[in-house]
């Protein structure tokens, strides 16, 4: 049974700048449920990095409240914060910040051992999370100025899973990879959500918000609207970070989506459950949910 894990309540960020005051997110009222791939949408100076910082206690809201798990982390000191962070939440970003005169072992091993003492078992952990995301013991030991893009994100998300976060968060986490390097990680993130961990993603990037269960789209501080994919039904290979799809039977199909419409509340895009089995067509699947993206982006003006 899934359940909120953070919950907003009228959250508001303002930013004052010279004497102005910029209002950035607007009494944002929002629920994050457990093992949900939730994406973040918007144009540029929405508010979505803001939003993502504040649910996860990098910053802290002007107004409102944000309760994470059993905890209110709007009210805690930036000390208890500190620690709240580092046993609750994985960080991804697109600047992949790992420290250059270590090695990716060691990155790894430095974060693990904030939370878990115990050296070996740390050390069992991270050599796990890097053969799942398809980095060899060669690799372990390469500083990062010796990795690919791709490679040096991989070791990025392992990091960030070392800890067994309850959230993971990922702020545009193939922005400065190729294609290639960008769609291994998307798949990584995705079995990584396959597997139960939960994960709050912003992205600008229509092939990375198809990856998500649900996309909120953000506007002016305020959350316009959110779409309803579902699970992401097409095959992945962790391995070779490749999207086995084809896309010979990509043809026109009929419409799937009911709109549901409320006054003074968010457009919400829902799948609708008579549009055909789950998982009956993985191709079909995942064409279907393109389409139903881009018709909920067109309507919020993206």
């Not at 798990?69 to 046993?87: C, T």
């Not at 994960?199 to 229509?206: R, S, W």
């Not at 895009?269 to 993985?282: H, I, L, Q, W």
Request: proline letters at 2%; one cysteine or more.
């Amino acid at each position: 049974m899934t359940h909120n894990i953070i919950t907003t309540d009228k959250l508001c960020k303002t930013f004052s700048t010279g004497g102005l005051q910029q209002h950035v997110l607007r009494n944002l009222d929002l629920q994050i449920r457990t093992g949900d791939f939730t994406v973040i949408m918007g144009a540029s100076g929405a508010g979505k990095s803001t939003l993502l910082y504040a649910l996860s206690g990098i910053d802290t809201p002007t107004l409102g409240k944000i309760r994470f798990g059993d905890e209110e982390i709007d009210r805690m000191s930036s000390d208890r914060l500190a620690v709240f962070r580092r046993r609750n939440c994985g960080f991804v970003f697109q600047q992949i910040y790992l420290c250059d005169n270590m090695s990716l072992m060691d990155n790894v091993m430095a974060a693990g051992l904030l939370v878990n003492r115990n050296r070996r078992q740390v050390a069992a952990r991270a050599a796990e999370l890097f053969i799942h995301m398809g980095l060899t013991e060669q690799d372990w030991h390469k500083f990062p100025a010796q990795l690919s893009g791709g490679e040096a994100q991989r070791g990025a998300i392992v990091r960030a899973l070392i800890n067994t976060p309850t959230v993971l968060f990922a702020d545009e986490p193939t922005g400065s990879l190729n294609s290639a390097s960008g769609d291994a990680v998307l798949d990584l993130l995705t079995q990584t959500n396959r597997d139960g961990q939960s994960i709050i993603m912003v992205t600008h990037d229509l092939k990375s918000a198809l990856r998500g269960k649900r996309v909120l789209y953000l506007k002016d501080g305020i959350i316009r609207g959110e779409c309803a994919l579902g699970n992401y039904l097409g095959d992945i290979d962790v391995d070779r970070g490749t999207v086995l799809l084809s896309t010979q039977r990509e043809t026109e199909i009929s419409s799937t989506t009911t709109v549901s419409r409320q006054k003074d509340r968010p457009s919400v895009y829902a799948e609708n459950p008579r549009g055909g089995s789950v998982g009956e067509d993985t191709t079909h699947e995942v064409v279907t949910r393109r389409k139903r993206l881009h018709r909920f982006l067109a309507e919020m003006g993206w």
